[in-house]
C-alpha cells in the first residue's frame, strides 16, 4: 500500500522515501507534536475558519474531518472535507510558512490533488476546489489534478519494487531540514549499499561478508 505521503517523499527524494520503506528506518516525529497542536487549534477555531471561508466566498458545510480513505493501492487522510450544492471541496492545513510568492509549495499540490483522486473514487465526486491554509489562515485555492495522480503511483510503486540499494543523495536546499539527514551524512553520497548493509550496522555480531561488502562500498564512494 501506497500513502499520499509516499508520493510526496519520491517527488522530494527518492533516498528519503527508499530509507523509509525499503530499509525500514522509521522517520523522527520531527515537528510532529507542533502539527497536531495546529490541526488541533485550527479545528478548535471551526467558526473562525469557517468566518475566513465566509470572508473569501468560498461555500459549502463541513462533511468530515481527518478522513481517511484508500482506493487502488494508495490511501491518505483528508483534513477537512467540505460538501457544495456542486461538488466537493478538499480543505489541508499545513503547519509551515507559506511560499513568499504567496501560492502553495508544489508537494504541498500533489498532496491535495492525490486526496481529490482518492475522495472522487470513494464517492465524494465531484471534487471542485481544493485549498492549503498555511500558518497565515489564508485559504490558498489548486486547480484539481486528479488525473495526474495514477501514473505517479504507477511510477512510485515500480520504484518500491525494483530499486534495492540506496539511491544516489540530492544536493537540495531542504535536505538540512529532512528528518535523515544526519543519517545521510554518514552514508554514501552516491548510494549503491542496500537493506542489509544497514542492518548490520545495528548489529552486535556482523555478518562478516556483508561488513566487508559495506567497508568497500563506502571506500569506493570517498576514492
Known amino acids: 500500500m501506497i500513502s499520499v505521503g509516499d508520493l ?5 527524494c527518492r533516498r528519503r522515501l527508499w530509507l523509509y520503506r525499503k530499509a525500514g528506518i522509521e522517520k523522527p516525529n520531527i515537528g510532529y507534536s507542533q502539527g497536531r497542536r495546529f490541526h488541533s487549534v485550527i479545528h478548535d477555531i471551526a467558526k473562525q475558519v469557517e468566518s475566513v471561508f465566509i470572508r473569501e466566498n468560498i461555500p459549502g ?7 481517511q480513505l484508500e482506493y487502488g ?7 477537512i472535507l467540505r460538501k457544495t450544492n456542486e461538488g466537493y471541496i478538499i480543505h489541508d492545513e499545513k503547519y509551515c510558512e507559506p511560499p513568499r510568492n504567496n501560492g502553495v509549495y508544489e508537494l504541498d499540490e500533489l498532496q491535495v ?17 481544493l485549498y492549503i491554509v498555511y500558518n497565515d489562515l489564508r485559504p490558498r485555492e489548486v486547480e484539481p489534478k486528479p488525473y495526474i495522480i495514477p501514473s ?15 539511491p544516489e543523495a540530492m544536493d537540495d536546499n531542504m535536505c538540512r531540514v529532512c528528518s535523515y539527514f544526519s543519517l545521510c551524512q554518514i552514508l554514501p553520497q552516491s548510494g549503491g549499499i542496500r537493506k542489509d548493509h544497514l542492518n548490520i550496522l545495528g548489529q552486535k555480531e556482523a555478518d562478516v561478508k556483508l561488513l566487508k561488502e559495506l567497508e568497500e562500498c563506502l571506500s569506493r564512494a570517498v576514492s
Open 8 to 12: 510526496r517523499d519520491y517527488r522530494r
Open 73 to 79: 493501492g494508495l490511501r491518505g487522510r483528508l483534513d
Open 152 to 166: 505517479i503511483v504507477e511510477e512510485v510503486g515500480s520504484f518500491l519494487r525494483s530499486t534495492d540499494s540506496l
Open 113 to 129: 490533488n492525490a486526496y481529490a483522486y482518492l475522495a472522487e473514487r470513494c464517492g465524494y465526486e465531484p471534487v471542485k476546489s
Open 61 to 67: 458545510i463541513v462533511v468530515g474531518t481527518e478522513v
